[in-house]
């Protein structure tokens, strides 16, 4: 089975500072691995996404995430915070043999002027 | 595309009322997903179809709630009779057979449920 672990449920930045954004997850196969967007009374919208290949993935509005194995890992980084970015974080996690998405419980961040 | 269309965007309701919500999901997709988003319990797969067949309602709460696909560019959810804590935002979703349940997802905007 699969499930994802989102450490953090609210994160606070500056403006200008770096986010991270920290998941975890579990797989006995080899995971296909996303990050979501929600902003305000909106629905989700993908940011990134690793399925194979490359492990350091980029994705929308400057963001980037690695997969690593070893730490079983896909952490959503941004070098510099806008304030535009203040929005709801989600985690997922699929296989290629599997039938569903496994959400983690969403990360909050909140960007500081 | 216009991406995935919900209906209504908002609709608040008397406990005991028949609740239906719609959904259009994005042309050419095979699959299609019902969410539910809270604050206590978070985004939760209520069930999803492949091809107009549902293929997993293990996530469907109970009996009160049914949904249906009669063709590839239409999905109802019904809650009947509705409860208070049934409010929540639901969520459609859909992807490609390409890619499969596994792949990219794309959501619609939510149907908020206000049940009084």
């Known amino acids: 089975a699969q499930s994802v672990t989102q450490l953090g449920s609210h994160v606070s930045v500056s403006e200008g500072a770096l986010v991270l954004l920290r998941c975890n997850y579990s797989?006995?196969?080899?995971?296909?691995l996303f990050w979501y967007v929600q902003y305000p009374n909106q629905g989700l919208q993908l940011l990134l996404k690793?399925?194979?290949?490359?492990?350091l993935v980029k994705g929308i509005n400057g963001f980037e995430a690695e997969f690593k194995k070893s730490e079983t890992s896909f952490h959503l980084t941004k070098p510099s915070a806008h304030m535009s970015d203040a929005a709801e974080y989600f985690c997922?996690?699929?296989?290629?043999?599997?039938?569903?998405?496994?959400f983690g419980t969403g990360t909050s961040l909140t960007v500081i002027p | 595309d216009a991406g995935v269309i919900q209906s209504p965007r908002h609709e608040v309701t008397e406990m005991g009322q028949e609740v239906t919500l719609r959904c259009k999901p994005i042309s050419g997709h095979d699959y299609l997903f019902w969410y539910r988003q809270t604050m206590m319990r978070g985004l939760e797969l209520l069930i999803y179809?492949?091809?107009?067949?549902?293929?997993?309602d293990s996530g469907m709460p109970e009996d009160r709630f049914s949904a249906k696909m009669p063709n590839a560019s239409f999905s109802t959810l019904k809650i009947q009779p509705s409860e208070p804590r049934d409010s929540a935002v639901y969520f459609c979703?859909?992807?490609?057979?390409?890619?499969?349940?596994?792949?990219?997802?794309?959501f619609g905007p939510g149907t908020r449920l206000t049940v009084l």
């Open positions: 179809f492949n091809n107009n067949v549902p293929i997993d």
């Open positions: 690793y399925t194979t290949g490359a492990t």
């Open positions: 979703a859909s992807s490609t057979l390409a890619g499969g349940p596994r792949d990219t997802q794309y």
């Open positions: 997922a996690v699929s296989t290629n043999t599997g039938n569903q998405f496994y």
């Open positions: 797989s006995s196969v080899p995971p296909y």
